[in-house]
């Protein structure tokens, strides 16, 4: 059983929408902050938003702030992303993952998904 | 331009050892800790190392982390053919109030 799966990728036009969706499995997901992260071809790891366990708290990467909003349904054990007004350099693999540690300066990302593709293209 | 600086590329011959640098501030490495990641592109990042020196169950004594600091390095010894991937640093940046990966280094084991 793959704890984290990720779905809801595809191609899209510039200005478009996606809404990436997280389906966690085997663990307590509501005990759990959740971050996404993008690969961008020919690109490193960029880190994209990070949600609280309860959903209280968000931070955004200065380049989808405004665009993206990251949101959970614990009763779903699933993660959001919404991505609006998408660009081309949005065009990556993005990956959902848990995120440990008692505060910002303890985190770390620990399960990952396999990743879902974005493409931004007319 | 990434907050944490790595170098683009190491390389080794198998079975020796390679240290990949992770160089920040103090808003992001100097007061806060640091974990290693290994990426192979198309498959999920894997944890290496957190806290700067711990790691997680099931990643060999091969891989070690250290900080001083305002940097950070990675160790592996023993360098296998599948170690081959790119490695990324990262932490939390107190004035970016942002997660911030390094550039990634990508180890060639020749």
């Known amino acids: 059983q793959v704890p984290l799966v990720e779905s809801g990728g595809g191609v899209v036009q510039p200005g478009g929408s996606l809404r990436l969706s997280c389906a966690a499995s085997g663990f307590t997901f509501r005990n759990y902050g959740m971050q996404w992260v993008r690969h961008a071809p020919g690109k490193g790891l960029e880190w994209v938003a990070i949600?609280?366990?309860?959903?209280?708290?968000?931070y955004y990467a200065d380049s989808v702030r405004g665009r993206f909003t990251i949101s959970r349904d614990n009763s779903k054990n699933t993660l959001y992303l919404q991505m609006d007004n998408l660009r081309a350099e949005d065009t990556a693999v993005y990956y959902c993952a848990t995120v440990r540690g008692s505060s910002w300066s303890l985190w770390y990302f620990d399960v990952w998904g396999r990743g879902t593709p974005v493409t931004v293209s007319s | 331009q990434s907050v944490l600086t790595q170098p683009p590329s190491v390389s080794a011959a198998p079975g020796q050892k390679v240290t990949i640098s992770c160089s920040g501030s103090s808003s992001n490495i100097g007061n806060n800790y640091l974990s290693w990641y290994r990426h192979l592109p198309g498959t999920a990042p894997k944890l290496l190392i957190y806290e700067n020196n711990k790691r997680p169950s099931g990643i060999p004594d091969r891989f070690s982390g250290s900080k001083s600091d305002t940097s950070a390095t990675l160790g592996i010894t023993g360098l296998q053919t599948g170690d081959e991937a790119d490695y990324y640093c990262?932490?939390?940046?107190?004035?970016?109030?942002?997660?911030?990966f390094g550039g990634g280094t990508k180890l060639t084991v020749l």
């Open positions: 949600i609280w366990h309860d959903g209280s708290n968000q």
């Open positions: 990262g932490t939390w940046d107190n004035s970016l109030s942002a997660w911030v």
